[in-house]
C-alpha cells in the first residue's frame, strides 16, 4: 500500500528553524514535493527532491534519503508569514505521475 | 501569466442533487489532474488528462463522478447524485510536461463542496 507519514501540527518561534519530517512507503518512487498551503489557498510549491541529498532554495531546505524513505524540509529563520500547512507529496511515476499524499503538516509560528 | 483558476469556490447542495465544478489551468499546460481533500483526510488523486483524453481515472470513487475535457483546454467534474461523503475540497492543478524529470503541478484555490 502507500503510506506517507507526518507530524500533524508544530510550533516554532520566529526566527528560529524548524524540521518537518516525512517517511514514505510507497510502490514506485519518482520524486518527493514539499508544497506550501495557507488556509483557503492554494498549495503553491516548495521543492523537489529525486536524488539523495540536500536541496537548498533561500530559506528553504529539503532532504531525502531513498534508502531509507526519509525527507525532511527545513525552515530557516521563520517569520510569521510561515505558518501554513506543509504538504509532503511522493510521485509514484509510471505513466500517470500522480502525486501521493500526507496528510500536512500545520505550522504555528509564535512571535 | 494567470494560474489554475476553479470555479465555484464554494458550493452548498442537497443530497441527490447535481454539482459541477470546473477548472482552466495554466494556459498551454496539455496535463491537468483533479484531487479531493475530506475534512481530516490527506489529498487523494481522481484523475488525470493529457490534453482531451484520460490518462489514469483509477482515484475516481465511482461511477456518480464523471469528468469531461472536451478540446483539452478547461475541465469539468461533474457529481450526479450528490451523496454526503462526497463533501470536501476538490482541487484541480495542472502542469506543462511529464518528460521534465522537475515537472511540477500548479494547484487552484479549490472548491469547497458541502452536500447536506
Known amino acids: 500500500g502507500q503510506n506517507i507519514d507526518q507530524p500533524t501540527e508544530m510550533t516554532a518561534t520566529e526566527g528560529a528553524i524548524v524540521q518537518i519530517n516525512c517517511t514514505y512507503q510507497t510502490s514506485g518512487f519518482n520524486g518527493l514535493f514539499w508544497y506550501q498551503q495557507h488556509a483557503g489557498e492554494a498549495p503553491t510549491f516548495l521543492s523537489y527532491n529525486v536524488l539523495d541529498g540536500l536541496e537548498e532554495k533561500g530559506r528553504f531546505s529539503s532532504f531525502l534519503s531513498r534508502s531509507k524513505g526519509y525527507s525532511y524540509l527545513l525552515l530557516k529563520e521563520l517569520q510569521m508569514k510561515d505558518s501554513a500547512s506543509y504538504l509532503c507529496?511522493?510521485?509514484?511515476?509510471?505513466?500517470?505521475?500522480?502525486?501521493?499524499f500526507g496528510t500536512g503538516t500545520l505550522l504555528a509560528v509564535q512571535p | 501569466e494567470a494560474g489554475v483558476t476553479q470555479f465555484p469556490s464554494h458550493s452548498v447542495i442537497e443530497k441527490g442533487q447535481t454539482v459541477t465544478l470546473r477548472c482552466d489551468p495554466i494556459?498551454?499546460?496539455?496535463?491537468l489532474y483533479w484531487y479531493r481533500r475530506v475534512m481530516g483526510k490527506e489529498i487523494k488523486f481522481l484523475l488525470h488528462f493529457v490534453k482531451e483524453s484520460k490518462q489514469d481515472e483509477s482515484g475516481m470513487p465511482n461511477n456518480r463522478f464523471l469528468a469531461e475535457r472536451t478540446g483539452g483546454t478547461y475541465s469539468t467534474l461533474k457529481v450526479q447524485p450528490a451523496e454526503l461523503e462526497d463533501s470536501g475540497v476538490y482541487f484541480c492543478?495542472?502542469?506543462?510536461?511529464?518528460?521534465?524529470?522537475?515537472?511540477?503541478?500548479?494547484f487552484g484555490s479549490g472548491t469547497q463542496l458541502s452536500v447536506l
Open positions: 507529496a511522493v510521485r509514484r511515476g509510471g505513466a500517470t505521475n500522480k502525486l501521493i
Open positions: 492543478a495542472s502542469s506543462q510536461d511529464q518528460s521534465g524529470k522537475r515537472e511540477k503541478l500548479f
Open positions: 494556459s498551454g499546460h496539455d496535463n
